[in-house]
């Protein structure tokens, strides 16, 4: 167990929907990342907080959008879903924002748009 | 354009065989190779490399880097079933805080 959490596990819904994933970073950490894992690719980097503020950002889709909150807890927000949009969404954490840190994943969220 | 490449894509064996899987990457300002386990979801980190030629190790696992050929393998004895999982290869840039990852190595572990 990493010590970062994240909710739901699963989450079903329709195209055109908008869904919002939860992660907590463990306990300490002051950055949280977020994944992309499609069947086909490998993890894709999608956008890091930093203390609550957007430090990086990666290949993330403009009907996607994240944010950290002041007790460090992230929520990545996806809208008008499509059927590609189906994905494991992990959320990592570190110590800080520093390039030497190892990051700790979380158990993700298995996403599914029928 | 920045690629991490692993090999092979899968790979089984037997209970004690040895393995070795291979990350090759061409990525600008590399700073650090990580690997990471990833069993049914999460992957769990195993080693962070950021010296050519010294070893890491734990337990029956282990891991080399060497950045003129930009490679790494993870060598892992005497495999056990719960060895087995998707291994994944991720490079940290220099000015960047997000890691780069590569597809995997899917090892599967028979009795």
């Known amino acids: 167990d990493s010590g970062v959490t994240q909710t739901p596990k699963h989450l079903i819904t329709a195209t055109g929907q908008r869904v919002t994933l939860r992660c907590s970073p463990r306990?300490?950490?002051?950055?949280v990342y977020w994944y992309q894992q499609s069947l086909d690719q490998g993890l894709q980097f999608l956008i890091q907080?930093?203390?609550?503020?957007?430090?990086a950002k990666g290949n993330i889709l403009e009907r996607f959008s994240a944010q950290q909150f002041p007790d460090l807890h992230s929520e990545l927000n996806l809208s008008s879903l499509e059927l590609g949009d189906s994905a494991l969404y992990f959320c990592?954490?570190?110590?800080?924002?520093?390039?030497?840190?190892?990051?700790?994943f979380g158990p993700g969220t298995r996403l599914t748009v029928l | 354009e920045d690629k991490v490449v692993q090999s092979p894509l899968s790979l089984v064996v037997h209970e004690g065989d040895t393995v070795t899987l291979n990350c090759s990457y061409e990525v600008t300002n590399f700073r650090s190779l990580l690997w990471y386990k990833q069993e049914k979801k999460a992957p769990t980190f195993l080693f962070m490399l950021t010296s050519s030629g010294i070893e890491k190790k734990s337990g029956r696992l282990s891991s080399i880097l060497d950045k003129k050929e930009l490679f790494s393998i993870l060598n892992i004895t005497a495999t056990q079933t719960g060895d087995s999982a998707v291994y994944l290869c991720?490079?940290?840039?220099?000015?960047?805080?997000?890691?780069?990852f590569g597809t995997g190595t899917r090892l599967t572990v028979i009795p």
């Open positions: 907080y930093y203390n609550g503020e957007e430090r």
């Open positions: 990592a954490s570190s110590a800080r924002s520093g390039e030497t840190d190892t990051q700790y």
């Open positions: 306990s300490g950490d002051l950055s």
């Open positions: 991720a490079v940290g840039q220099t000015g960047a805080n997000n890691l780069f």
